[in-house]
């Protein structure tokens, strides 16, 4: 677009605030009949610019209220939804979600709410599969309980997305091994090896590539280029495991162990700057 081309960021951004009629501003006259709080004086509101405005004013004192009963007065599909979806959870009433449309605000209507009220079969009250699955991670991955991953995903990659959460956030290996997908399993060993820099944990990976890759990263956070040598000698993994603990050892004297000229002056160059870097911090 011209205008983008011609005029600066700052007064391009302006104008889309004035031609959008000023939609980040505080409309001050709903606000008001807002804190008035009687739908009398949401319906003197002008309409003739935003024909929703009296709508979203039901749906603010509905929620400031707690008072469902003036959701369907609003005719505005999107703020209907809401108004119900903010009412319940305000309330507690996982009944209300039911009348939430839009399938993701339901979703996290229930949710909030069985999050709320610490109560996971709130999530039942969802009409699909799926719809339970989503409510079921997102009450676990609050709760932060290992058992609230059980009995409940239909699911198996919803079951592991929980598991390797759970793994994360307390730093246990163990429960990797409960998940089914051998891929996924990895992933987790390697987020809690990586998090607790556990290089005996990186061989339990199956995969090879991401086993390496956990050698690597521990091998720099540790600073310990003994664990290089757990990767096949001399492969390309190898070096750039040398090279990474170089780095940050700052020590260039594991550059001298490549063997390609190549290799061995970018392992050389990366050291010296890592050096540069220190020094021009201090």
Do not use: H, W
Request: proline share 1%.
């Amino acid at each position: 677009m011209v205008i983008y081309a011609r005029y600066p960021i700052a007064i391009v951004f302006l104008a889309i605030i004035v031609f959008s009629g000023c939609e980040f501003l505080i409309d001050e006259e709903l606000e008001a009949a807002v804190k008035k709080g009687t739908l009398s004086a949401c319906d003197q509101l002008d309409t003739s610019e935003n024909k929703e405005r009296i709508d979203k004013c039901y749906q603010r004192i509905a929620e400031n209220k707690g008072d469902a009963s003036i959701c369907p007065n609003i005719k505005s599909g999107y703020y209907q939804g809401f108004c119900y979806e903010n009412v319940a959870v305000k309330t507690n009433n996982a009944e209300l979600c039911k009348q939430v449309t839009a399938v993701g605000n339901r979703q996290d209507c229930f949710t909030r709410i069985a999050i709320n009220k610490n109560d996971r079969t709130l999530c039942q009250g969802l009409p699909t599969t799926t719809d339970k699955d989503v409510c079921y991670i997102a009450f676990a991955k609050n709760s932060g309980k290992r058992s609230d991953c059980d009995g409940v995903f239909s699911d198996d990659d919803r079951k592991d997305e929980c598991l390797i959460f759970m793994a994360g956030l307390k730093n246990d290996e163990t429960i990797c091994k409960d998940i089914r997908s051998g891929s996924v399993k990895d992933d987790c060993i390697q987020k809690v090896a990586i998090a607790t820099s556990g290089n005996l944990l990186c061989a339990k990976i199956q995969d090879k590539n991401k086993r390496n890759y956990c050698l690597i990263t521990v091998a720099r956070e540790l600073k310990d280029y003994m664990t290089c040598g757990s990767i096949e000698y001399k492969s390309y993994d190898y070096y750039t495991c040398l090279r990474g603990v170089a780095v940050e050892t700052k020590d260039n004297s594991l550059c001298q162990t490549f063997e390609d000229p190549a290799q061995k002056e970018s392992c050389l160059l990366q050291v010296q700057n890592a050096i540069d870097v220190a020094a021009a911090q201090k």
